[in-house]
């Protein structure tokens, strides 16, 4: 049996599904990614899915929010993930944190990863702040 | 005037500040890493009090439990802070993260950091969860 | 259906197979990795080989000889991952490559990510290369 | 009392004296990274000058042209922080640097952080020592 | 005598020898970053060439096929080495890597260094295959 | 011509050189890293004096304290350095550090690097430092 072979049923449905975390969380950021690996890397598309938002994302063992601000920290610290941190900070207002909560996160930042780290986080993630149409009032 | 004179008195009550602040997230795991830093580099003591934990950890727009997990998410990514990340873990066990909690978002960084940053911080990790008491029960 | 449950017969099965590839490449010495997290962290011992021995490595489209290269230019500039590193060095002169070309792999990357790195990994690596018993002479 | 409230007579003198020791050493290169921050994080904005500039830099322990020098191997080392180390190129020409010796602390690097990290800044230093003018001669 | 002086006869032999191993291998895509740093920082364009090319990558004991898998994984593990990563994969074809490898090796680095960096050395790495000509059948 | 062989004649002066110039700034912590390297990887033992020490070091263009400073900024930086550090928190006093310089240097980068790398910086420092004899006074 070939596990490693991204068309077998099983992998269809283990990507379907990791599609389906990735479209709740992401919304068409993510999918957009997927899609512009599609024609050269159809393995990493796969994997991104399958392993990324089907098998560790979409577990019960800690709530989307904070998956969310762990996620935050690790792309911050790990500099040079602008396109990748835009993306979750969409995810993260689509997961409930508030654009103060993201500033917040990464003015928390400064102090394990440095001034120059956060700096950079905050003009990738203003593009998207900038842009978001806050929820509408009741 | 010299802002950057710790002994001020503005500086003395900015440290105290701070040292409480610390105290109450870290327990004695960071007042020892203060008092390891007294003799030999006091400034760099009363910065990790002063603006860490009085100036950024204490702001109220992010709760102790998210600001723990940007912390563990900077700190695993960043790679060598095994130190630090014993005394966060602890200081996440006391804002109310659980050691399941913990877990998860170790795992969770795999996706971002790569396995031998979430297995470096797993075995530090335990380090401190083995040895925790959990609350008892009422 | 719980893609996500490591416990379902499909992911039992992944797990498995994943574990016949790390015992193939890396003999014990991954197998005590995951024993290690057996009952601290049963999901990044079941991701471990699942994901990465099962999923990656054992894809047919580069040779496991390559693969090991691959690892230890990502490890030796990752820094921090001298656990990791030794037990790759093992898995590299398992699938074939020498103790003088693992040297060479290390002196080449002084050119891309500098000497401390080279030096950390080498010191790392002379630990498991001089317990290596080399293979007989026919 | 709120230590961490940045609008106190208190942390506003640490910001006029922070912004102070920025304008000196940083010219208006850094004042625009704070303007930048100024709606929409401009809690940021109020550490990166109270705390790096007014309680850091300004300490006496260490000359501004020594400092540069620390900055730009931490700089050069992170990778991913072009933008900062062009305003920190400018601010080494500001405390007396040449640009002889800006060039030779980037070559230096390469020993130990590897040649990509040397190139990329060399392409972003350059960017500031080309529209650099030295000063008149007497 | 004045080793370090890159002019000397000794020095321009080891330059003229590396420049020729870096055409060897990266063709034109290696000298223009030499030619980009001949007029500001000339010492930096000679060490590339005599020590990256000339001392190191022109040594024996690892074939160039393995060297470039090496460098491919210590610049996506660095991250922000983009511009590094894209003349190494035009090299690793050079030497005889397909783009299915090269492919195959990027996602390999999941595992070590994490899905951001992957997809980074991805949309890099594409920007050369797109534009290479796969050698002619005979 | 084999320009990579480290036993020319050409390439046994430029060792000769590299290791006296080491042996100026590092005494006997720098030898003792070579010692460790002879037998089992002598060409990185080779490269660690001819090029970083007798090509890098000993250039005319930067002054033996201001390399210095760009070395600890850098191995501040990339962490997991603490052996290196601690050879060169040595140099640093040979070369005219003083003890309180070094601490400020160290303080001074967790305005970019963050407090985790500064602490770990720290106490490696602190075991060269405590072991120190100054200079008598006259």
Known sequence: MTHHDIETPE???RR?????VLSR?????????????????PA???HVAAYS?????????LDPRSRQLVTLGVLIALGGCEPQLKVHVNAALN????????????L???????FPRALNATFAAE???????PPKAP
């Open 127 to 133: 593009e998207v702040l900038k842009n978001h149409t």
């Open 53 to 61: 938002f089907g098998d560790i994302y979409d577990r019960p063992g």
């Open 25 to 41: 969380i992401d919304g068409h950021a993510g999918a957009d990614v997927l899609a512009a690996l599609a024609d050269t890397n």
């Open 16 to 20: 379907k599904h990791g599609q389906e």
């Open 11 to 13: 992998n269809l449905a």
């Open 44 to 46: 990493l598309a796969h």
């Open 108 to 114: 928390h930042t400064t102090v394990y990863a440095g």
């Open 95 to 106: 997961v409930g944190l508030t654009p103060a909560e993201i500033r917040e996160a990464i």
